[in-house]
């Protein structure tokens, strides 16, 4: 009865072509215009670079195949019924307000979206800033209908925002190392579903991947090895690479725990102690008492500052061992010197303390796990805290966090590292950053949230396939209208959008909604496109 019902609902969605994340409002009529890829334009008065390369990545990606319709596997239904086709199409026109405006927390993605075939053809975009003109370019290009006989789009109305202003995903490229081709794949996933921001935990006990301009021996000691490093070019490539996709790029830089890695650095690492106040020869977390740290730190993310544009850095501070820092003798005396007794979150709250300051007068706003404010530390106004555990509740804590008046983002309901069998999207989908007891005040607080993708047990083998389309479920939460949440209505459209917005594009993702198929399976894919196609 189940196989029965998903077939049913797949049949009903080629029908029409479903758009991921659902838009604000959309409306189509059964009118089709057709498009001839050789004799089709976008056009707009603004000269902006990034739009050029959106205009000519896009002419790529909206005309993809259709593969050789003879072909079994093609990516074409050759049985589709007729369409009732009343004009061409032979541009779209974008209207942008503001083309100038920088990538940043809150920016402006709204958009409008007009297909009409009467009493002329006509395509046409507005958009208040640049990112909503690269939205409206993925939405147009999920509205064309690929067939045997050509390229064809509806008539259509969209109005279109994100409900949330930061849309993220974590990656975690310490664990194991991740490959250029790997996280630029996935920058293009994310811009298929709109996500906005690239949380990049690039460095952490298990390795120092990142190149330091200033401190180029971190890297050097701390790497895996000299052919798992992101230097400063690689950087930068992902930066471009993103802004041209409407993604900010916020790296994390966890302290003071997640450290081992950064021990190149003298007397920044705390010494451990054994029995009898002797050395064990094992480090932890950094040292807080050692004045020196402090200007390594200002220099390092003075550095950040200058190598990554967005106004924001991560600085961490989760789950920071006190056992290390309570062996240590020199700690014991400056706890003794300070009053803080036994109380080691006194300690981490001095160094978080000094931390952020530091990091402020960088010129870096930050965001950081919730851990600090569980320890009570203070934090300014503009600060963004994560919230990631899910024991306590994790309401609870948007609750105590939003009532600082602290703005805040979800993580603890999309950890998908956590694996699990059959269909784990739809807790996802059904989990909700503004579903918990507080004010309205307290939950426009909720910017939005982050599918986090830990590395312990994942590289560039099986990144791309775990992460997709597990995270477009949350793509949907964070894009649409909190009353789009109806699990069986997104059953269809998700295989839809894997297959034809993913798969069709090059993007290995894994099936999530068991038994299944795609009009074009991967190899199909792969062996038909052209190198250059994307």
């Not at 395509?123 to 999920?142: C, D, I, N, Y």
């Not at 924001?312 to 062996?327: M, P, Q, T």
Request: aromatic share 12%; net charge neutral.
């Amino acid at each position: 009865m189940t196989l029965l019902v998903i077939l049913v609902a797949l049949c009903c969605v080629d029908g029409y072509i479903a758009v991921w994340p659902m838009p604000q409002t959309m409306s189509t009529t059964n009118s089709y215009l057709r498009i001839n890829r050789e004799h089709f334009l976008f056009e707009s008065d603004s000269q902006s670079s990034v739009l050029k390369r959106a205009f000519q990545r896009y002419m790529k990606l909206c005309f993809l195949g259709p593969l050789p319709p003879n072909d079994p596997a093609a990516a074409v239904d050759p049985n589709a019924p007729n369409l009732h086709v009343i004009a061409n199409l032979t541009s779209l026109f974008f209207q942008i307000d503001n083309p100038n405006t920088d990538l940043r927390l809150g920016m402006d993605e709204s958009y409008s979206l007009s297909i009409r075939g009467t009493p002329q053809p006509v395509g046409f975009v507005h958009s208040k800033e640049l990112w909503g003109a690269l939205r409206a370019l993925e939405t147009f290009s999920q509205l064309i209908n690929a067939r045997a006989d050509g390229f064809f789009i509806s008539e259509a109305k969209v109005i279109d925002f994100p409900r949330f202003s930061h849309r993220g995903t974590l990656v975690d490229s310490a664990r194991h190392y991740l490959t250029m081709d790997t996280l630029l794949q996935h920058l293009d996933a994310m811009a298929y579903n709109k996500f906005n921001v690239l949380h990049w935990h690039i460095v952490d006990d298990q390795s120092f991947p990142f190149v330091s301009l200033t401190y180029p021996n971190i890297s050097e000691y701390g790497a895996y090895t000299q052919r798992h490093i992101y230097s400063p070019d690689d950087v930068t490539k992902v930066i471009e690479y993103a802004r041209d996709r409407g993604i900010r790029v916020v790296p994390e830089f966890d302290t003071p725990g997640h450290s081992l890695s950064w021990g190149s650095i003298p007397n920044l690492l705390t010494p451990c102690y054994g029995h009898n106040n002797i050395p064990n020869g094992k480090f932890g977390p950094i040292n807080p008492i050692v004045d020196s740290n402090y200007e390594f730190l200002l220099k390092f993310f003075t550095e950040i500052k200058k190598r990554f544009p967005d106004a924001y850095v991560h600085l961490g501070g989760d789950e920071v061992s006190f056992n290390c820092w309570a062996s240590n003798p020199d700690i014991q005396d400056f706890m003794a010197e300070k009053g803080f007794g036994k109380n080691y979150a006194l300690l981490e709250q001095y160094y978080e303390t000094r931390l952020l300051e530091l990091v402020e007068r960088a010129g870096l706003q930050y965001i950081i796990w919730q851990d600090v404010i569980d320890n009570k530390v203070k934090v300014n106004h503009n600060t963004v805290v994560q919230v990631w555990r899910s024991s306590p509740s994790y309401k609870s804590e948007l609750k105590r966090v939003t009532s600082l008046k602290l703005k805040t983002i979800l993580s603890s309901c999309w950890y998908l590292d956590l694996i699990s069998y059959g269909r784990d999207w739809e807790g996802y989908y059904r989990c909700d950053p503004q579903n918990f007891k507080g004010t309205t005040a307290e939950k426009n607080l909720v910017l939005g949230g982050e599918a986090c993708l830990w590395g312990e047990y994942v590289d560039t083998t099986n990144f791309l396939e775990r992460m997709w389309p597990r995270a477009s479920a949350i793509a949907e939460r964070l894009w649409s209208s909190a009353k789009v949440n109806n699990v069986d209505a997104a059953l269809p459209r998700i295989d839809f959008h894997r297959c034809q917005h993913l798969v069709r594009r090059g993007i290995r993702a894994q099936p999530v909604n068991g038994y299944s198929f795609c009009q074009a399976e991967y190899n199909t894919v792969m062996r038909h496109m052209k190198k250059d196609e994307l």
